[in-house]
C-alpha cells in the first residue's frame, strides 16, 4: 500500500530548491517517474533527490502571475496578482457603483483564476470565477445598454425641443 509524501520532505524538497542558485531557481521538485507498489516514485530537485512511495500526488504550476502585460493599466499588488471587487482601491475606482465581483480596477475588465487577488489557486475554483464572471460581464453589458439608452433618449429630446 502507497503512502503519501510526507510534508517533511516536501518541505525539505521546497527548501532546498529556494536556497539553490539563480540558475536553478526555476526549478522546484520534478517526478522523474512514477512507480509501483514494489518501485516507488522518483522525486528530483535541484540539490537532492529521493524516492517515496505515495498514494497521491499534487501537481501545482501557475503560482507566478504572468500579467506584466496589464502594469499600468488595472490595479495590482507587489507579486503581479490582479485587484478585483472589494480589492480594487476604490480611490482610483472611476464611476459610481462599486467594482463586481470578478471586475478589475477598469470596469468592463473582468479576472478570474490563478491571476485574481485572493483565489484559491485551484482549477475547480477558477471554473466557478468563470461562472460567476460571466453573470457579471451579463450585468456589465445590460448597464452599458441602459446607459446608452438612456443617452439616446437624451439627444432625441433635445433634438425634439
Not at 475606482?93 to 483564476?113: D, N
Not at 457579471?136 to 429630446?157: C, F, M, P, T, V
Request: hydrophobic residues 45%; contains cysteine.
Amino acid at each position: 500500500m502507497r503512502t503519501a509524501i510526507p510534508l517533511t520532505m516536501l518541505a525539505t524538497a521546497l527548501a532546498c530548491s529556494l536556497a539553490a542558485t539563480a540558475a536553478q531557481a526555476r526549478a522546484r521538485v520534478f517526478v522523474a517517474s512514477y512507480g509501483s507498489d514494489s518501485n516507488p516514485c522518483t522525486f528530483l530537485s535541484p540539490c537532492r533527490n529521493f524516492q517515496q512511495a505515495a498514494t497521491f500526488l499534487f501537481v501545482l504550476i501557475g503560482a507566478t502571475p504572468h500579467t506584466d502585460w496589464l502594469a499600468g493599466i488595472t490595479q495590482r499588488d507587489t507579486k503581479g496578482f490582479i485587484a478585483t471587487g472589494r480589492d480594487v482601491d476604490l480611490g482610483a475606482w472611476p464611476i459610481l457603483r462599486k467594482p463586481m465581483s470578478f471586475e478589475t480596477s477598469v470596469p468592463g475588465l473582468f479576472a478570474i483564476g490563478d491571476v485574481r487577488l485572493g483565489s484559491t489557486k485551484r482549477v475547480a475554483s477558477a471554473v466557478g470565477e468563470g461562472a460567476g464572471a460571466v453573470e457579471n460581464i451579463h450585468r456589465y453589458l445590460n448597464e452599458a445598454d441602459q446607459s446608452i439608452a438612456e443617452e439616446e433618449g437624451r439627444l432625441l429630446a433635445a433634438r425634439a425641443a
